[in-house]
């Protein structure tokens, strides 16, 4: 019997609970034991990545255990290519945020548990594939995170911290009722039974037996979307976002948009798409509208943003507006059947490609901001910089990598996955990846401001003494910007693991 | 066995009344001695019932031949859960009443003939016997408020006894009407549960005789708009009577509605079930919007417990098996929560700071001051909004379940319900515990509070340990409670009231 997963689980768990237990005196134990657990997760998702079988396209590594038989509910869990992406995405940005939050020093027991909590959730939610425990870990990540944000925030962090919670919890509650009618018409939490069923037919027909109520797949559907476009975010359901990110602490940040934002995507992906496709086919043109939305009107907002964190916020929205677009150009129908499943896979790939590089990408960029307001003491506006390249020529270098990377210029990660993206979208739904690609040309045009105003220019007297990156820091930012590299030349690395399951996924899709 | 939970309860007392006037400590164990072996009892005696499904009699005696009444106790399933919850929050109840210096024997002795009542209503299958069982616990509830307890307690603790009267006079006229009608059908005088719910009463009188049961029991269960002896009765109370009040005394309306009403009436609650269920969703959301509102921190707690009991309303109107499974462990859940939450807010928080008002609190920074009982509160507080991994979160869920079926539009406003819980949660314990003050304003007050406030002591730790526990292995575990749930609304007693619901 396997209990990789299991045990992948419970290591941050028991982690933070040793870490909460040593308590505030014990600093250097603490830090010691945060970052040692997350190595160990990292050393046991390598060891997965290398034991996964990238051309079953099925779930591997299953756990699957009677949990409460009467309400249908088993101990689930198991990964294809997409859950073990995003595994590895989680086991990758964590270590890397412990690193950067080093110099807690307030409480910094608690804080360091409720890092690896909020880890131990997100992998139970890429690994759980019965809705009850599922739900669980997806709970479970909110409340770490709402303390990470609430008590160790920049100054308006209890409005952010609270905004983000009911936003979130909206969208759960929506979520929940969905699947309890779900469940109800079926009595099945089973994301692979559902999807099977969902193909089949035999769903929607259960459904409208049930309820006696024709529209009452579009309600459930409504609910499900409502939970995860809170989580992405869909614009208009982003309000709490830049709030969010910018008040929380940097390193939080980087698990925020690296790790927790994918799990809106990774929802849509594993859960809407294969149970709903009927559905996102019937509203699919407003849908784009919202994707299209989310993708320019994002950008724009961090065009007028002055605060780093907060440009870098919208940009994130921006971001994961591709993935929304691919995934919904996917569901739709199209002539060409062989044709179209190439594209609609392309598009996908391109989705989990960008998932992946998002998180990197992003996580890396709120690393530097971290680094930066550790030499400013908090200061981060875009004005309060200037010329800074010549005091801190390694800094700028690699934020530029960095920064490059986001607005996806070949040779770096970002690229391939948009590419793929709009490639795949193009065929399916032109208008939408036309007006997307103004997204792109916006991106570029704030990510260049931010090069500007911060690195060029005249040298800002304030900062003539500003030291620049330690060997140690230089260390810690060193395997983002190897990973860009290497997934910009080298994209096969991670398409190779999913293609399989994005084949499957696309096969789903057609019916 | 279980009989003896009753029996050791009552003879703590007579101990207690034994004891010298001015022995505090010996009180203070004797109680915790009595409600030990009482809980001890109820699990053991639970886990030896082999059969929940079925009524298993303990004891039948005649009692009063002419009316047909017996001393008849008897469990099946529902009363464990509900039995084993009463020994839970006995024990947790007086672990947070350590501090009680006024009166000690006095009180104790109150605590223990009210939890000797509920457990006697949990175990009675006999309508007289569970009636008196009903009545005997508004007397020393009274007294506990009255006595021991804040706040405008004389009023609260006579609004309290005026709606239970009321409420149990309500039922005293349904019940003898019952009496009369079945005695015709059946030929002989009979007041046995089991016996009545095989009478077939006729579809006229179940349709005015059922609302008259229901609503004198769901009175005490919180039902809104009746619900607002709730609030102020739990306000008013000490620690250890709101525990009691909010998680075993508003059960024992719960329990009487599903028990007597609901399995008696079966056509009658088809007729009324709307009316129910738009009365529970009501109360969800109108407990928790007021909640949200409130500047002390005890009304909040009071206000969600109506909010919470919405719920276990909710779930009896279903009439599916999976609603009522629901219901039940709803009952069992926020007999738990509440109790945690009543725990740390009376007793952790009130009885050091003599303040509930947020604005004072929020100057305190309690969190920094008491962070056992800022973190207690937390969890409490995660729990009670109905996060998975909690006990809430499976009641909550199988309610809302069974509630999809019959009313889903309903349902969707008891999604909102649920949303204002989570918000006035985060309010209470921003406001509670974690307030954002300016540094400088913190400093200040922690130089003008140079009398540090006294640590939590270890029965408050432990009791808050155990509440803490039960709800996670329950939510974790959900069988445990589940298989003696589950047979009882499938067995032949339930099969009137289950069967015809959609």
Known sequence: MNLWLTILIFIP???????????????????????????????????????????????????????VPTLGIQYYLGVDGLGLLMVMLTAIVTPLAILASWNVEDRPHVFHALVLWLQAGLLGTFTALNFFHWFIFWELGLIPAFFLIKLWGGPRRGPAATQFFIYTMVGSVALLLSFLAIRQATGSFDFIELAAMAKSGVLASKLTATFGWPHIGLVVFFGAFLGFAVKVPVVPF?????????????????????????????????????????????????????????????????????????????????????????????????????????????????????????????????????????????????????????????????????????????????????????????????????ISTL????????????????????????????????????LLVFPSIALMFVLGIWPQFILGAVDATVMKLVQQLNF | MLAWTIYITFIGVLVLMLLPRDNARAARIVALLTALAGCAVAFAGAIQQTNPGQVTEIIRVDWIPIIGAHYYLAADGISLVLVVLTG?????????????????????????????????????????????????????????????????????????????????????????????????????????????????????????????????FAILAGMWPFHTWAPTGHVAAPTAGSMLLAGVVMKLGAYGCLRVAMLLFPEGVREWQGAIAALAVGG???????????????????YSSVSHMGFVLLGLATLNTIGLDGAVLQMFSHGIIAGLLFGVVGRMVYDRTHTRDFNDLERMNVGKLLPFAGITFVIAGVASMGLPGFSGF?????????????????????????????????????????????????????????????????????????????????????????????????????????????
């Open chain 2, 394 to 502: 499976v009641a909550e869920m199988q309610v809302l379940s069974g509630a999809w079926m019959v009313f889903p539009k309903l349902t969707i406003l008891a999604g909102i319900g649920i949303v204002v819980g989570v918000a006035y949660t985060l309010r209470a314990v921003q406001k509670g515990f974690y307030p954002d003050v300016p540094a400088a304003a913190a400093e200040d007050h922690a130089h003008a509070h140079d009398h540090p406030l006294e640590p939590i002591s270890m029965p408050e730790r432990i009791g808050a340990v155990i509440l803490i526990g039960a709800s996670l292995v329950v939510g974790l575990c959900p069988n445990l409670l589940m298989k003696w749930i589950e047979p009882c609304f499938t067995s032949p007693l339930f099969e009137r009231l289950v069967k015809g619901g959609i």
């Open chain 2, 284 to 302: 969800i959301v109108y407990g928790a919007g007021v909640a949200l509102v409130q500047k002390d921190f005890k009304f909040v707690i009071g």
């Open chain 1, 439 to 474: 997204g792109i040309l916006v991106t570029a045009i704030f990510l260049l401001t931010l090069i500007q105003r911060v690195f060029c220019g005249p040298l800002n007297e304030r900062w003539v003494k500003m030291p620049d990156l330690t060997t140690a820091e230089r």
């Open chain 2, 88 to 216: 839970l929050a006995a024990v947790t109840g007086i672990l947070f009443s350590w501090n009680i210096e006024k009166r000690t024997k006095e009180f104790f002795a109150f605590y223990l003939a009210l939890i000797g009542g509920v457990y006697g209503v949990f175990l009675s299958f006999d309508l007289l016997l569970l009636f008196v069982f009903y009545e005997l616990t508004i007397i020393p509830k009274y007294f506990l408020i009255a006595r021991w307890g804040s706040t405008r307690k004389e009023y609260g603790a006579m609004k309290l006894a005026l709606y239970s009267f009321v409420g149990s006079h309500l039922v005293l006229i349904g019940m003898i009407a019952a009496w009369v009608v079945a005695k015709g059908s059946l030929g002989h005088p009979s007041l046995d549960l089991v016996e009545l719910s095989q009478v077939h009463f006729s579809a006229g009188f179940q349709h005015w005789v059922f609302p008259l049961v229901f609503l004198g």
């Open chain 1, 238 to 434: 982003h309000t709490w976002l830049p709030a969010a990110y910018s008040e929380a602490p940097s390193p939080v940040t980087m698990l925020l948009t690296g790790v927790m934002s994918k799990m809106g995507v990774y929802g849509f992906l594993r859960i809407l798409l294969p149970i709903f496709p009927e559905q996102i086919r019937q509203v699919l043109t407003p849908l784009l509208w919202l994707a299209v939305a989310t993708i320019v009107l994002s950008a724009f907002a961090a065009f007028a943003q002055k605060d780093i964190k907060r440009m870098l916020a919208y940009s994130s929205i921006n971001h994961l507006g591709y993935c929304l677009l691919a995934m919904f150009a996917a569901a739709s129908v199209a002539t060409g059947v062989t044709a179209s499943d190439l594209q609609k896979a392309a598009a996908l790939d391109g989705a989990l490609l960008q998932m992946f590089n998002h998180g990197l990408t992003a996580s890396a960029l709120f690393l530097f901001v971290s680094l930066l307001e550790k030499r400013t003491g908090g200061l981060r506006g875009l004005d309060d910089f200037g010329g800074i390249r010549k005091v801190v020529p390694v800094f700028t270098g690699l934020m530029g990598i960095s920064l490059f990377s986001s607005l996806g210029l070949p040779g770096l990660n970002g690229f391939v996955g948009e590419f793929l993206i709009f490639k795949g979208v193009f065929p399916l739904a032109p208008w939408a990846a036309v």
């Open chain 1, 13 to 67: 768990f028991l982690g933070g609970l040793l870490a909460a237990g040593l308590g505030a005196e014990r600093k250097k134990l603490v830090r010691g034991c945060a970052l040692g657990s997350s190595l160990l997760v990292l050393g046991g998702a390598v060891c997965m990545w290398l034991h996964f079988d990238p051309h079953s396209g099925g779930i591997q590594f299953d756990e699957k255990f009677a949990w």
